[in-house]
């Protein structure tokens, strides 16, 4: 008995979404970690390296609380540990479906995740909220 070319093509585009259901899958697992183990307790997560070599805040200090803050809806308390992560939250959404939608179509994989400009644009947002963040009049951004 031999599969028709439609049977083929379902199996071929649900191969085709493995990889974005598998990384939702990892996400979700991961959010509901965060979720459920408290990074506002002592012992659970490591401190961040360089908050502890420095006593500064990186880009990254806050997201994990800011992710428990989120997983029990509550936006604004997320948006004050880590005002950064909040806002690249839906960007990262809108990559993810982007990919799973070309996937599920068929279509090649896009080799890059955004023109070139808009990364390097990032990477300089990114710097500079990491030294506002440490600065006396940055504090609001301090988580």
């Known amino acids: 008995m031999t599969e028709t070319a439609h049977e083929r093509r379902g199996a071929d585009r649900i191969r085709s979404v493995l990889a974005p259901l598998g990384v939702a899958a990892v996400t979700g697992a991961a959010f509901a970690f965060v979720g459920s183990v408290d990074p506002n307790q002592p ?36 948006l004050g540990f880590n005002p950064l992560a909040m806002a690249t939250i839906p960007f990262l959404l809108f990559w993810w479906g982007r990919w799973t ?20 644009a990032f990477l300089a947002l990114v710097i500079v909220y990491w030294v506002v963040r440490n600065l006396p009049f940055g504090r609001v951004l301090a988580p």
Do not use: K
């Not at 659970?44 to 997201?63: A, K, N, R």
């Open 43 to 78: 012992g659970h997560y490591p401190t961040c390296p360089f908050l502890f070599l420095t006593g500064l805040y990186c880009p990254g200090c806050g997201t994990l609380r800011a992710m428990h803050a989120l997983a029990h809806a509550d936006p604004l308390t997320a």
């Open 101 to 120: 939608l070309r996937s599920w179509q068929g279509r090649p994989a896009r080799t890059t995740l955004a023109r070139p400009i808009y990364l390097w």
